[in-house]
């Protein structure tokens, strides 16, 4: 019974996503033919003359041309921003979609500038927490109007509760940082169709963060490292719905998280599913997705399999504040996931099902010169 509530939740999440553009269309078209029907009223009156009805015959009036106008001049501007995954080994890689950028863009530089911070507490096999705190800086160009090009810097801080003594009673506890360069990001994106609302974005992972930090001679385990040491790759696949109130985006994507390393750590391949759905409200856009995402097999590290999800379901709320120049966003993403283990390291029982470690961040974004 349990499963098929959350089953059933998630399918009508997935409907709620995908009718809603529909939903709010109908909405907005009615909004504006009555407000057009008020406008012929006041003109009868005002020169009592008979003027044709607003109003065709088909469900959805074609709405004021200047509205069409402005709405095709400013569709550079609506877009669904780009997004990188977590840098890191305890950050899945890009393995995810979790927090993404949904609203309009700043435009008029030379160069994109976006910088996320993002939060995450993960506990760890002992049950002591970890406080892990990402910050990425997203630099992006545009060349022509069909590509864009940029890089991803991220730094990355990991606080570790006590990873040695594990609580062991007569053990002085001792906690322990990990921070420095997580793995660089390469993007490149290639834009499709007549307005550019298809985008299609490869990303490729360089090995730059420390993969193999060691508590004297102690190696941390791959989920407390900042680094993977192989690279990784993943491509995206992201259509925009614009729309007079706001705007959709479905997509997907397959990545490749790194394999096997050196050491025996091993991180699954993986392919997610989302939708979002955002809504113009003056200089604010809030915005609610669902992501789906799948993994081939359990992440192991030094070849001992981990407790990792081999599907999760993630609940992401947003809300975007922009002007031409800078725009701010707070999100946060909530993750449900099935791991496969029916019992625990001691032979209880468990359930597979549980919810995985939750994200908030804050991101700003700036084109200068």
């Not at 044709?52 to 501007?77: C, F, I, K, M, Y």
């Not at 990873?163 to 009673?169: A, D, T, V, Y």
């Not at 081939?296 to 379901?313: G, I, Q």
Request: proline share 7%; aromatic share 10%.
């Amino acid at each position: 019974m349990k499963h098929f509530r959350l089953f059933t939740f998630v399918a009508l999440g997935l409907l709620m996503i995908a009718i809603s553009p529909v939903l709010l269309q109908r909405w907005e078209a009615s909004r504006l033919l009555r407000q057009l029907d008020g406008l012929g009223a006041k003109r009868e009156m005002s020169a009592e003359v008979t003027v044709p009805t607003w109003r065709n015959a088909g469900p959805l009036a074609t709405p004021d041309p200047a509205l069409v106008v402005r709405v095709e001049e400013q569709g550079s501007l609506v877009a669904s921003w780009q997004t990188v995954g977590g840098c890191g080994a305890g950050a899945g890689g890009g393995s995810s979609i979790g927090l993404k950028w949904i609203g309009r863009n700043v435009h008029g530089g030379l160069f994109n500038v976006q910088e996320q911070v993002t939060y995450m507490e993960n506990p760890q096999p002992n049950h002591l927490p970890q406080y892990n705190l990402f910050s990425n800086t997203l630099i992006t160009r545009d060349i022509g109007e069909k590509w864009n090009v940029g890089v991803n810097l991220p730094i990355v801080y990991k606080y570790l509760v006590d990873p040695m003594s594990l609580g062991q009673p007569g053990v002085a506890p001792v906690d322990y940082s990990n921070s420095g360069l997580g793995d660089i990001t390469l993007l490149c994106t290639r834009k499709l169709g007549r307005i550019n609302a298809l985008a299609l974005t490869g990303i490729v992972g360089l090995p730059t963060g420390t993969y193999d930090a060691k508590i004297g001679t102690t190696r941390l385990n791959q989920s407390q490292q900042i680094g993977f040491g192989r690279p990784t790759a993943s491509l995206t696949l992201d259509q925009t719905f614009d729309e007079v109130w706001g705007l959709s985006v479905v997509g997907g994507t397959a990545s490749y998280r790194g394999g096997t390393n050196n050491l025996h750590n091993y991180r699954s391949p993986s392919a997610t599913a989302y939708g979002y759905v955002g809504y113009f409200l003056g200089p604010l856009v809030p915005a609610v997705g669902l992501s789906i995402t799948g993994y081939k097999d359990h992440d192991r590290d030094l070849d001992t399999p981990m407790r990792t999800p081999l599907y999760s379901f993630a609940a992401n709320l947003s809300i975007e504040y922009s002007v031409d120049w800078i725009a701010l966003l707070v999100a946060a993403s909530i993750p449900y996931g099935y791991d496969g283990y029916k019992t625990d390291d001691s032979g209880n029982p468990r359930s597979p099902w549980s919810f995985l470690p939750w994200t908030v961040g804050f991101g700003v974004s700036a084109s200068p010169f």
